[in-house]
């Protein structure tokens, strides 16, 4: 099982106890991991297995940039297109006063603008009867835009539910 871990050759070495020393450290590691998993939620499990998740923006757009490593260090895949957002924003039935820099399709739901990755995870738990996720404009602070060159400056800013209807209703708010 842990064998293929081994160095090349090593594993096969029985001339010297080394081989068994490194299968067992590995066992002892294998069941540390799994007695961590047992532990963690059924939720948390699940985030394991990455979500798939796609995005168009221009191809300067920097904070995008940044939203995107955001949301991979949170369980998610993702693949990008460099082609801006404006049409397909428009084809997803998204508002354009509700826009931002990037447009993200995950799950069936349009994600527009910096959106936690915990409030997609949320989204995608709840299941609610609506087109997705926004966060309008590209307030500061929020994810992708909370690098170190906004100086820990935190605006106030709500990410909003947006209906089929292109009603709106507030999922999360931040102060
Ligand atoms: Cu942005």
Redesign the pocket.
């Known amino acids: 099982m842990c064998l293929h871990r081994a160095a090349p050759g090593a594993a096969f070495d029985f001339s010297e106890d080394r081989p068994v020393k490194i299968h067992r450290r590995h066992t002892l590691q294998w069941l540390a991991g799994t007695a961590a998993a047992a532990a963690l939620p059924l939720a948390a499990q699940k985030r394991a297995e990455p979500i798939a998740l796609e995005v168009w923006k221009d191809a300067s ?1 920097g ?2 940039g940044d ?1 995107i490593v955001h949301m991979q260090q949170n369980g998610f895949k993702v693949t990008a297109h460099d082609s801006g957002n404006n049409a397909v924003r428009a084809r997803l039935g998204l508002p354009a006063k509700l826009g ?3 447009t993200a399709l995950i799950g069936g739901y349009v994600v527009e ?2 959106v936690h990755a915990d409030e997609v995870h949320r989204l995608l738990r709840e299941k609610p009867q609506a087109l997705g996720l926004t966060v309008p404009g ?1 307030p500061v602070g929020s994810p ?2 909370d690098g170190p060159v906004y100086g820990g400056r935190r605006d106030k800013y709500d990410t909003l539910l947006v209906r089929r209807d292109g009603s709106t209703s507030v999922f999360k708010q931040h102060s």
């Open positions: 757009c904070c995008c939203w931002s820099c990037h603008g910096h590209m992708g835009m």
